[in-house]
């Protein structure tokens, strides 16, 4: 009799996790990707949904691709925030060509950003389309 509280606490527990999605559980600093690699460990977890039932796996796995969690980071363009600090100046705000010579310097990358304009309040589009995840 004692078995039937614990298999219902159990089982209530795997179908929160799963309708939660796991990538977006356990690597939040994903969300926001595009598209990319997929992480193997994250199908996995999710492909579990779909033992208890197929709507917990069907929505973990569209949490998780709608949110961009279940796809590695893509560690070839990112720079250290502490390293983007270097391009602001004395006011707060960002030097284009300082952070243009940071990014060819770090990155091998010659971006045209002489030209370049802040966005102050930038939408969550604007960030999923740069690579950024969002903030809430």
């Known amino acids: 009799m004692r078995l039937k509280p614990l298999a219902a606490i159990l089982l209530t527990t795997a179908m929160t996790t799963q309708l939660a999605a796991c990538g977006t559980i356990f690597y939040p600093e ?3 990707q595009i598209s990319g690699e997929l992480d193997s460990g ?16 069907v929505i973990a ?10 796809y590695l980071p893509d560690g070839e363009y990112s720079l250290k925030p ?36 802040q966005i102050s309040q930038p939408n969550s589009q604007q960030l999923a389309s740069l690579g950024l995840p969002p903030r809430a």
């Open 82 to 117: 502490e390293r983007l600090n270097d391009a602001l100046d004395q006011e707060g705000q960002v030097d284009p060509l300082k952070l243009k010579a940071i990014i060819k310097q770090d990155l091998d990358l010659d971006l045209p950003l002489e030209h370049a304009r």
């Open 42 to 57: 994250l199908v996995v977890l999710n492909s579990l949904g779909f033992l208890l039932y197929i709507v917990p796996g």
């Open 61 to 70: 796995f569209a949490v998780d691709f709608a949110t961009g969690a279940i």
């Open 30 to 32: 994903r969300r926001g």
